[in-house]
């Protein structure tokens, strides 16, 4: 009943009810061979189907190898279930040409068009080692211990291919991504996710989410993926904290309560930017989050949100080191996110709250849509 399919035309993790916990991870690769990447990517993808179906990543059991060999899986998770565990894999830029160019595995001529680093946006703190990577895997479960063994069997995976550059935890999800989840809150204690695409909306998912087959045409593999962006957002926690409700409610466009729109109504209640309230003030204020962010003040874009709150203990200076660990899918990262990122960096209100300080956009794949040929061993 907790078990994800791993299999089906999409990947899992993406229009999945998003789980309670997050473990995400970047590698870069350390061998200059294609056959090793291929051959990382097949033992990824069955490790991966395994343990989203609750089993320890390899044939044998933590305890049933060789006394003399180290174990096939680490074995933490031995009497856990999957926890609607889901492994999400996604390919950075530099998979495909490093940043002078070179073609590193023969692949660059399948480099999607809008595979390309973000720019830097305004008020950018970026940390390098919480920037970027080769590949990207996003591990989401509803118990801690079954994210962390998950990412963990990867990396002893890769080791001698590929090297974990970063990760982050999360715990509390920050979106709804099915009409079933209520909505949850962010550290700012503002409910966050009202307006998501969810799994239910079908045909915006089409427009707003997975590649299309015309898209690309030189990275036709991409067709019913997506573009996941990361962003590590902390959040100056201390500051807010002193900020009176009144201003808090002005910088998000709603209510902390209910989280309708500060126009009137309830949480699902459309916002009305036209409506002004006392001396023609309009009731949401233009450069709070809402109204920038909307699709109304951006051609009509919308994207996927499954964020997480993060807290990795404080910062030394006796403030938390807290925020927002955002993540995003789009069908095209240049028209949904540079463009409302630009805006939402240079004007949002919001921002004076907030210090971006990781990043990173990777293209993924559709699933892998033949649970036949997993069965029979096809990527072994
Ligand atoms: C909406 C918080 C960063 C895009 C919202 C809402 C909140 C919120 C409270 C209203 C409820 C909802 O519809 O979900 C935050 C916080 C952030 C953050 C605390 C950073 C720590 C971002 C970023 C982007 C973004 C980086 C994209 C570049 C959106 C979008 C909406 C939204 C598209 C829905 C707007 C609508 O359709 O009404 N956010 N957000 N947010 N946010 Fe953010």
Redesign the pocket.
Known sequence: PDAVPFAGAHQAGIVTPAQDRLHFATWDLTTTSRDDVVDLLRRWTVAADRMTRGLPAGELSPVGGPYDAPPDDTGEAQELTSANLTITFGFGPSLFTTSDGVDRFGLADRRPALLEDLPHFPGDVLEEMRTGGDLAVQACADDPQVAVHAIRNLARLAFGTAAVRWSQLGYGRTARTSQAQATPR?L?G???????VVAEDTSALDDHVWVAPGDDAAASWLAGGSYLVA?R?R?TIETWDRSPLREQEQI?G?TKGS?APLSGGDENTR?DFALAGRDDVPLIDPAS??AL???SANGGA??L?RGYNYTDGSDGLGRLDA??F?L?YVRDPATQ?VP??TR?SRDDL?SEY?RHTGSGLWAVPPGVTDRGALDAGAYV
Request: hydrophobic fraction near 45%.
């Open positions: 962010n700012f503002f409910k966050d996710g009202t307006a998501n962003r957002i959040m998000v709603r989280g916002p989050h809402v962010a909307h699709p919308r994207m949100r925020g927002l955002f995003a996110y409302m990122q939402l919001m907030l």
